[in-house]
């Protein structure tokens, strides 16, 4: 039982493998949050919580005589505006009345075998979980606020969510719909995750301060410059130490999350949609769910924490049959062509990588409508047959009978104005009334919040799926949400768009990976601008980031690994000098840190020398030998990339009992003289004997684990090294 209620002290506890999370209905009726932390064993932890009132705090009274009891210096379960409590809210609710008063109080509670889910949202899912839902009513009005929680005992795991249920017989006005967690204490650091097209991810990591810090987006997709994704930690926490608490918001728009520390010292994370841009009518009858917020914590750091999220994404959030078959080693067009090929072009290409193991030939942008640069065509899903040389399925059975399956790009959220579709439907697109939209990568955003749109989208992408064998899609979306206004609703309820667009967005992806399920779907924005828990439920890998160089890799797959497993993130194999970055780096090493995502490759192989083939031939070979380890093993740090004392990023991926691991470095920095780093490896049996890739010499688990294993130094820029630890008979 993970989910333990005592009725008569109105007590909840939920308790996973390793947490104990509570919550209590204090004298008042209200919902008082009471201890997120280390598993104990089920005891009422209310005993410290405030029974006193601070000067310039609000207060109620409790019982006959005076006692005061303020809401304002009490951890809230869920926190709401307007009831005495100043600390940031997760809640801003407009009543009819155009008061902004939500006082909730305990109603009911229910508890259900199986994970809940959310209508029209993605989520976690799953029989290996329990739901609770505990219902709050407002003090006056007819709103009910049912709080969801679903529990994941093998994870650490708890989700959270909030439905808010509005039974007045009017509409009410949400100004803010998130979820907030209060801590008792103020003394923690927050670990974010910012970046920008080809840098995503970059671990930033400061003291939370008194006052709110905040990181988020406004951009109408979860992006590039910040993920949705954070964790409030220990000051002290580090790999393996130290309690952590990580928050994914499973959504793909603007977001939101923050913590505040207030005057006395508490913290309060709220996790959920911006507000900014938001206001959402519920209607009378009607209510709002907001995004699931996914919490795992762990007092052993962070490493702990991103293993329990790898196998919460790959086995509870990612869905479809490559949840778990193996996916293809595929190569991609773009940086080998960008929009310059025909069909020719790309058969030889498929032909040169069919011969060397590569299995699935994706072509990407350009091969629809008028499309040979970024100006024109998006929305014209139709095969551009000129540059195909005949239809898409001649092209498809062409890459078939090099023994090669076939796949293709789509960015169906986008349109130009230079296409048939725009011609025909001008509205199609956000605009503000009387302003002229601004272009980005000449492109306008296609109002996904309206069915008649998403029809024709889909009924577009659909003839083309069924027009030809395909195995793969790539689904991008390049780039951010300006100019949002719908022509579809009416002015007050502009600031629905953002949400709606997402929820519509959902509904589309829904009914294709629903109607196409034995396609691969990879998702993509300009890399890794939408890598988020909501994109994870509908497409099982995503393009990691437009930056194929493996060294800037080794930051952003660092920094991606905190959350999500490596088979979600695309990871390929290009040319050197990287067309990024211009670095030069040995094919080894591309290929070394490709395998620690999908593995696939995009450059032009025509243009490979036999020597370079050989060795992508044998790069898939060691890949696929080492697949299940990867894909499916416990992810360790053991060196980042950002640590300047360090000349080796190092990571582990081992299997749960320890009889095997692989550990992969990369010297990412040089200077003459280096001296050897030694790094500590985890998760090997202490007392057994291990071979490093086969080899004669015998070296004890514990050893490897208490004294390390020097990094094998090479003389030339960006070496790699992979170390296969395999048990001795
Ligand atoms: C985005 C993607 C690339 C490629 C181009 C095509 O930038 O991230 O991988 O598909 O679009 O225009």
Known sequence: MSIIINEEKKLFTLQTNSTSYQMKVDDLGLLLHTYYGKKIPVADMSYNLNDYYLSFSPYDFIGEGWKPHSVDILPQEISTFGNGDFRESAINLRQADGSLGLELRYDSYTVEKGKYSLEGLPSFYGDNAETLIVTLKDKIYDIYVHLYYGVFEEYDLITRAVKIENKTGESIHLEKAMISLDFFNGDYDLVTFHGKHMKERMLQRNSIFYGTTSVGSTRGASSHMQNPFAILCDKEANEEYGNVYGFGLVYSGSFLISASKSHFKDTRVNVGINPENFNYEVEAGGSFTTPEVAMVYSSEGFGKMSRCYHKAIRNNLCRGKCKTARRPVLINNWEGTYFDFNADKLVSMAEDASKIGIELFVMDDGWFGKRDDDHSGLGDWKPNERKLQGTLKKLADRINNTGMKFGIWFEPEC??????LYREHPDYAFKMPNRKPSESRNQLIVDMSRKEVRDNIYNQLEKVLNSANISYVKWDFNRHI??????????????????????????????????????????????????????????????????????????????????????????????SPNHGTARVTPLKTRGIVAYFGTYGVELDINKMSDEEKTEIQRQILEFKKHYDLIQYGEYFRLQGPFDETKYYTVWEVAKEDGSEAIVASVRNRNEAGLVHEIVKLKNLIPDKFYRINGGEQLYLGGALMEHGLKMEYDFFEYPARLYHITLSE
């Open 415 to 420: 349109i130009s104005e230079d296409s048939d």
């Open 482 to 575: 300006s100019d949002l206004y719908s022509v579809a609703l009416p002015k007050d309820k502009q600031g629905e768009v953002f949400h709606r667009y997402i929820l519509g967005l959902y509904e589309l992806l829904e009914r294709i990976t629903t109607n196409f399920p034995d396609v691969l779907f990879e998702s993509c924005s300009g890399g890794g601008g939408r890598f988020d828990m909501g994109m994870l439920y509908y497409m099982p890998q995503v393009w990691t980031s437009d930056n194929t160089d493996p060294i800037d890799r080794l930051d952003i797959q660092y920094g991606t690994s905190f959350a999500y497993p490596v088979s979600t993130m695309g990871a390929h194999v290009s040319a």
